[in-house]
Nanobody, 121 residues
Framework: QVQLLESGGGSVQAGESLRLSCASSGYTYSILVMAWFRQAPGKEREGVAFIDTDGSTKYADSVKGRFTISRINSNNTLYLQMNSLNPDDTAMYYC???????????????WGQGTQVTVSS
């Protein structure tokens, strides 16, 4: 069983930055594909960023150029650097993991409990 725990959310002003972290345990981190999703009130879950075991990445058009996903295998941690935040980025952000590369599709087996990001204009 894989356990995921997000951290780093908070409230910021538009134009500022946040860095989210996702700590994983319960299985070999290096063989997991990882992704970040978000869900705002009244909206469907949206895939934000994906990173494969080979380091390849994919981003949603809405965040491309502003967000960067990365992984550090030495401490089993996934990161999401979020720059130039705007109020449309306000959502609960979730870390997801699986052994299959679902990219930005919401079919991952393991999910964290989420961390709230609020951006004020």
């Amino acid at each position: 069983q894989v356990q995921l725990l997000e951290s780093g959310g908070g409230s910021v002003q538009a134009g500022e930055s946040l860095r989210l972290s996702c700590a994983s345990s319960g299985y070999t981190y290096s063989i997991l594909v990882m992704a970040w999703f978000r869900q705002a009130p009244g909206k469907e879950r949206e895939g934000v960023a994906f990173i494969d075991t080979d380091g390849s990445t994919k981003y949603a058009d809405s965040v491309k150029g502003r967000f960067t996903i990365s992984r550090i295998n030495s401490n089993n941690t996934l990161y999401l650097q979020m720059n130039s935040l705007n109020p449309d980025d306000t959502a609960m952000y979730y870390c997801a993991a699986d052994f299959s590369p679902y990219e930005l599709r919401p079919y991952y087996k393991y999910w964290g409990q989420g961390t709230q990001v609020t951006v004020s204009s």
